[in-house]
């Protein structure tokens, strides 16, 4: 089947749906949002179909369907377990120029219902002609994650826009340019980020003036702790679009492979004590690039607001009036820990989590300890590998246990995450032994007890640093 792709207005008309098992059920919602009037009939139906029946959404008839049900129909569905039925059905609903889907028999009808993207008044349908419904299924749900979610509002702000559009633009050619520029640009971007009313205002400037604004744009995004898969669609989407890229250490070379080849990409380092570019020199790298009307991409390991130095960041846009979008990230202590397959909490274990900061200042950790080291939660110390043995001397000094679990991850949620578990006072000999190096994470807390237990992502650099027998903790579940 080579058919056409055709939207249909069904708004209040009759679509007789036969059958109302699960199949019916997915053409039934279909039928509801697009305002159709429906009729359902099948000897008996499933729970959601008789909810809708109730609440007066379409019409149910509890029987056989017959030949005199096909009076006044405009679209027939056959979804029935009643093979005889349906074909008959098919057959004469056919030979009266009635639209007919045949659920089961894609190619004895003459409509397919596809696979539908809403963003509305924005559909996207995906039809695999029948061969298989299943794989345009599974195709609608890759597209789902590229497709934001905001279109529908961006398609809403142009229908809002379009006799503007005709009295300030004569010609065709000119407006089309126009709009061109204006959803590829920072105005689009406005909408699509939630901003809808700065964006109205401004596309209601850019017609008067004749002119699209120009202005720069720097995006925020935190790129996770390693894994590309774990990146939100808002952060793919605005990857790959913009012009140049400011980006830390820890960000990885799988998402880093994710940028346009011919971005300008500009290295800040963030090294402990060894910077490439000082902070407040980043700060205003970031608004001179947007001054110049680039849309700048200024990517952080994890989540820029989370040990990131992203409020100091935000700060300097705002006083310089910068535009800016935040895109959080997965921090590095909820995906490593996951995939190490340690709980932050857990019922049993830890009624709290605490993520800390472990950067050495003048040769010690100046850290609140009395509050840390408490039992019944979990510290999760970012950036702590070099100030390790200090952080263990204060815990236990000030009342840990010498032989509370902890975890040392290194390069979690990649391919050559390691992860090694000890205890408290034996983590830094640990360190020294396996040779441990940064980007590391220490995890510490009962719930490191449940690696063992709980552990699912392996791979071969996590085997070899699996610990020795005297490493590992011996009352360990």
């Not at 300030?168 to 009313?197: H, K, M, S, T, Y």
């Not at 200042?361 to 100030?387: C, I, P, R």
């Not at 690696?451 to 699996?466: C, F, G, M």
């Amino acid at each position: 089947m080579n058919p056409l792709a055709l939207f249909v207005d069904v708004r209040d008309r009759l679509c007789l749906v036969v059958g109302a098992g699960l199949v019916a059920g997915r053409k039934i919602e279909a039928l509801l949002q697009a305002n159709a009037r429906v009729r359902v009939i099948a000897p008996e139906a499933q729970p959601a179909i008789l909810e809708h029946a109730q609440e007066g959404r379409l019409e149910y008839l509890e029987r056989e369907a017959e030949e005199k049900d096909l009076e006044g129909v405009f679209l027939l569905i056959v979804a029935s377990n009643n093979a005889k039925l349906n074909e008959r059905l098919t057959k004469l609903a056919r030979e009266r120029n009635i639209l007919v889907n045949a659920a089961h028999q894609a190619k004895a009808g003459n409509v397919l219902l596809p696979s539908v993207i809403h963003r509305d008044p924005i559909q996207v349908a995906i039809s695999t002609g029948g061969a298989s419904p299943m794989l345009g299924r599974l195709l609608r749900d890759q597209l789902e994650s590229v497709i934001p979610g905001g279109f529908g509002r961006l398609a809403a702000l142009v229908e809002n826009s379009r006799a503007r559009m005709r009295e300030a633009f004569g010609e065709r050619r000119l407006r089309r340019r126009f709009w061109e520029a204006i959803l590829n640009g920072p105005i689009a971007e406005q909408v699509l980020g939630g901003q809808e009313d700065e964006a109205q205002i401004a596309l209601a400037a850019a017609i008067e003036r004749g002119v699209v604004p120009s202005a720069g744009e720097v995006y925020l995004v935190g790129a996770g702790p390693g894994d590309p898969d774990l990146l939100t669609f808002r952060a793919q989407r605005l990857i790959r679009q913009a012009d140049v890229v400011v980006y830390d250490r820890l960000v990885s070379e799988p998402i880093m492979a994710l940028l346009r080849q011919d971005v300008e990409k500009i290295y800040a380092g963030k090294e402990r004590d060894r910077h490439a570019i000082a902070q407040e020199s980043i700060n205003h790298l970031l608004v001179r690039l947007a001054q110049e009307g680039k849309r700048v991409l200024r990517l952080k390991g994890g989540d820029p607001m989370v040990f990131g130095r992203g409020g100091e960041e935000i700060a300097t846009l705002m006083e310089e009036g910068i535009a800016f979008q935040i895109v959080p990230g997965i921090t590095a202590a909820n995906g490593c820990a996951s995939y190490a397959g340690i709980p932050l909490t857990h019922r049993d274990y830890a009624q709290a989590c605490i993520f800390v900061t472990g950067h050495l200042k003048d040769g010690s950790v100046n850290l609140n300890w009395e509050m840390l080291a408490h039992s019944n939660q979990t510290l999760v110390f970012y950036m702590g590998l070099a100030g390790c043995p200090e952080i263990c001397r204060q815990l236990i000094q000030h009342g840990l246990a010498g032989d509370t679990p902890a975890a040392l991850i290194t390069r979690g949620t990649t391919p050559q995450q390691q992860v090694f578990t000890g205890t408290l006072q034996d983590l830094p000999e640990l360190i020294t032994a396996r040779d441990v190096a940064p980007p590391t994470l220490i995890v510490v807390g009962e719930v490191v007890r449940l690696r063992e237990q709980l552990r699912w992502y392996q791979t071969d650099s996590d085997v070899q640093a699996e610990p020795t027998a005297t490493e590992t903790l011996t009352d360990a579940p």
